[in-house]
């Protein structure tokens, strides 16, 4: 299965519509996923602000926090009437303001409770319903914790799922900890491949170069990765052509990139859209080449300067070039 061959994690407050159509400047084939989106924003806030994409976008998940099954498959309806590509859940957020809410990884210690939303959303939508979970949560880290949990997701009709191979603390260490000091288990998510072949199966979880995704890719279905393809925007331009063999994106140099972006930006103030929110997404996009650095202070420093425009890229690109 190649549907989710690559895909761009959901990170709260960097993944908003700016950001993947940044992405899909480098790569037209990753999977994108909106940040999380609780049900309650969907159903008390500003719906139409919370899903609004660009058509470029596709193929382009929407993710849900949420555990109440007719909140879920009600924003689940909304997300496919937006024109979203599938809907998933977030089963892996460990964050307090997720387990006050009753959604994310703790999720995992309510499978039934998983599957009951599952059950209602797909009752409302054509397009896949996934999952986003972890291997394990607190103390509850056995391979048959997390096999009870498959069980029950499968059962209930989810045919995607994708495992972040860390598990998570939810007392003692915040969301930024909860990335990177509990262990990681690879071989589990292989494991649970294997014992269920027919499961679309994709990996998360420190994966930081092309060598690392091809290697996965060995073993499961897809691979997914976040903060590094955030922080490192470069990587993005190799996706088509090492991953899918494809030359959609072409030899597209990140000056092309930026300049397509700007474009972008420009059209987007003229709708009203502050600058600083856009040209936050492009500071990292020269990384490790120099001027950099230079790059990085002259657009963070000016970006938010009453009446600056997109003469601010262009005149930052003499420090890279």
């Given amino acids: ?12 407050e960097w993944t908003d519509r700016h950001y993947r159509y940044l992405v899909r400047l480098m790569t037209k084939n990753a999977r994108l996923y909106t ?10 806030g500003d719906r139409e602000r919370f899903l609004k994409f660009n058509n470029c976008e596709h193929p382009i998940a929407l993710q849900l926090g949420g555990s109440e099954p007719a909140e879920m498959a009600q924003s689940a309806y909304w997300g496919e009437r937006e024109g979203y590509d599938e809907i998933n859940i977030n089963v892996g957020c460990p964050s307090d303001r997720v387990q006050a809410g009753r959604f994310g990884v703790c ?15 797909r009752e409302q939508v054509d397009i896949p319903v996934t999952v986003k979970c972890r291997i394990g949560v607190d103390n ?21 799922l994708i495992v972040h191979a860390r598990k998570a603390w939810l007392k003692g260490l915040n969301p930024k900890q909860n990335r990177e000091i509990p262990a990681l288990d690879y071989q589990r998510v292989y494991t649970l491949k294997k014992d269920y072949p027919s499961l679309n199966i994709i990996i998360n979880g420190g994966i930081d170069s ?4 091809k290697n996965h890719l060995q073993y499961v279905d897809g691979v997914m990765i976040g903060r590094q393809a955030y922080k490192h925007p470069e990587l993005l331009l190799k996706i088509d052509k090492e991953i899918y063999q494809s030359t959609d994106v072409g030899n597209a140099s990140m000056d092309d990139i930026v300049l397509q972006y700007a474009n972008y930006i420009e059209r987007n103030m003229q709708l009203g859209t502050p600058l600083k929110s856009m040209t936050k997404h492009i500071l990292n996009v020269y990384q490790g080449i120099p001027g950099a650095k230079l790059w990085r202070r002259h657009l963070s420093e000016n970006m938010h300067k009453p009446g600056a425009g997109i003469d601010l890229i262009h005149q930052g690109l003499k420090f890279v070039n």
Avoid at 35 to 44: D, K, P, Q
């Fill in 210 to 213: 092309i060598e690392q995704m």
């Fill in 1 to 12: 299965m190649d549907t989710h061959k690559l895909c761009i994690a959901p990170m709260m």
């Fill in 35 to 44: 940040e999380m989106v609780t049900s309650g924003a969907l159903i008390h």
């Fill in 107 to 121: 999720l995992m210690r309510e499978p039934k409770q998983v599957a009951n939303c599952i059950h209602a959303m």
């Fill in 140 to 160: 509850d880290d056995s391979y048959g914790f997390l096999i009870q949990f498959v069980d029950a997701i499968v059962e209930a009709g989810c045919e995607t």
